[in-house]
């Protein structure tokens, strides 16, 4: 079965850096877009980044333009994120997701999460 498996969260200063990974199997990695999700406490859950199957088309959401970066090393299996100049904002737990679309509908496969918690 598909499983994603993030690492890398922890604790940050505000301006400071992390980088997080995700770890893919069960899947033919090389043929799927990945994308990054964040959800902080009592919001919604939002797309920061994608990165398309052979990681030559990123997407980023606007609020981590230009501080987060989004890679892939398809003979790994596995994705980045990397995030610069992090801000209390940017405090919430990110999730590795993928997905793809069958019989009308897209299947997505989602990580546990790891917990990024940038202090003031």
């Known amino acids: 079965q598909v499983q994603l498996v993030e690492s890398g969260g922890g604790l940050v200063q505000a301006g400071g850096s992390l980088r997080l990974s995700c770890a893919a199997s069960?899947?033919?990695?090389?043929?799927?877009?990945m994308n990054w999700y964040r959800q902080a406490p009592g919001k919604e859950r939002e797309q920061v980044a994608t990165?398309?199957?052979?990681?030559?088309?990123?997407t980023y959401a606007d609020s981590v333009k230009g501080r987060f970066t989004i890679s892939r090393h398809n003979a790994k299996n596995t994705v980045y994120l990397q995030m610069s100049s992090l801000k209390p904002e940017d405090t919430a737990v990110y999730y590795c997701?993928?997905?793809?679309?069958?019989?009308?509908?897209?299947?997505?496969?989602w990580g546990q999460g790891t917990q990024v918690t940038v202090s003031s």
């Open positions: 069960g899947l033919a990695f090389d043929n799927y877009a």
């Open positions: 997701n993928t997905a793809y679309y069958s019989g009308g509908y897209y299947i997505h496969y």
């Open positions: 990165i398309s199957a052979d990681g030559g088309t990123t």
